[in-house]
């Protein structure tokens, strides 16, 4: 079971908005530690989406941000498109693993 | 343009053994922490193993502890991970990943290679 739960699927129609949540606990997001955010397109690697917890690397849209509140972070799209279906993950450190976690993974469908 | 290049990933028998290599290109490659990460058929990411840019500082994930090993060369530009005692549920594809910045261990990983797949089957 991954030490990040997020939902295995989200859905919306083109144009909408939707959100991905990403729980951790007090050993990770609650104690601090960034969340960051990946999107993986269908047979390609993971490409770096957020990091700590609301930053946009250059060259990513504005449709996409991040938040950050006790021990859960999430994912904002707005103004969906059809080529944002993908896999998304969060990650994070977590204290008492001593190693890097990722969420299970999210995967969006724009109907 | 920075690149990561893996490779080395093949079919190998259980309880054998596996090298691979990720060629760096693009960027100063000594001055970047670096990792593996994996994801099995079908499923989500896991950090494998950590090597730090300076003082030689290396982690592994519980799952590869004592079986696989992390090594880099700065002077080739390269990261490696030996991976002995291979069991089916190593069998991933395999991705080196850039350290792009964090402290206190919220790193983030900002560049991924394409990722190298190794099978362990009998």
């Known amino acids: 079971q991954p030490v990040l739960t997020q939902p295995p699927s989200v859905s919306g129609a083109p144009g909408q908005r939707v959100t991905i949540s990403c729980t951790g606990s007090s050993s990770n997001i609650g104690a601090g530690y960034d969340v960051h955010w990946y999107l993986q397109l269908p047979g390609t690697a993971p490409k770096l989406l957020i990091y700590a917890n609301t930053n946009r690397p250059s060259g990513v849209p504005d449709r996409f941000s991040g938040s950050k509140s006790g021990t859960s972070a999430s994912l904002a799209i707005t103004g969906l498109q059809t080529e944002d279906e993908a896999d998304f993950y969060c990650q994070s450190y977590d204290s008492s693993l001593s190693a890097w976690v990722f969420g299970g993974g999210t995967k969006l469908t724009v109907l | 343009e920075v690149q990561l290049v893996e490779s080395g990933g093949i079919l190998v028998q259980p309880g054998g053994s596996l090298r691979l290599s990720c060629a760096a290109s693009g960027f100063v490659f000594s001055s970047y922490s670096m990792i593996w990460v994996r994801q099995a058929p079908g499923k989500g990411l896991e950090w494998v193993s950590y090597?730090?840019?300076?003082?030689?500082?290396?982690f592994y994930a519980d799952s590869v502890k004592g079986r696989f090993t992390i090594s880099r060369d700065n002077d080739k530009k390269s990261l490696y991970l030996q991976m002995d005692s291979l069991r089916a549920e190593d069998t991933a594809v395999y991705y080196c990943?850039?350290?792009?910045?964090?402290?206190?261990?919220?790193?983030?990983?900002?560049?991924w290679g394409q990722g190298t797949l190794v099978t362990v089957s009998s």
């Open positions: 090597f730090s840019s300076r003082n030689d500082i290396i």
């Open positions: 990943a850039r350290i792009g910045g964090g402290y206190g261990g919220s790193y983030y990983f900002d560049y």
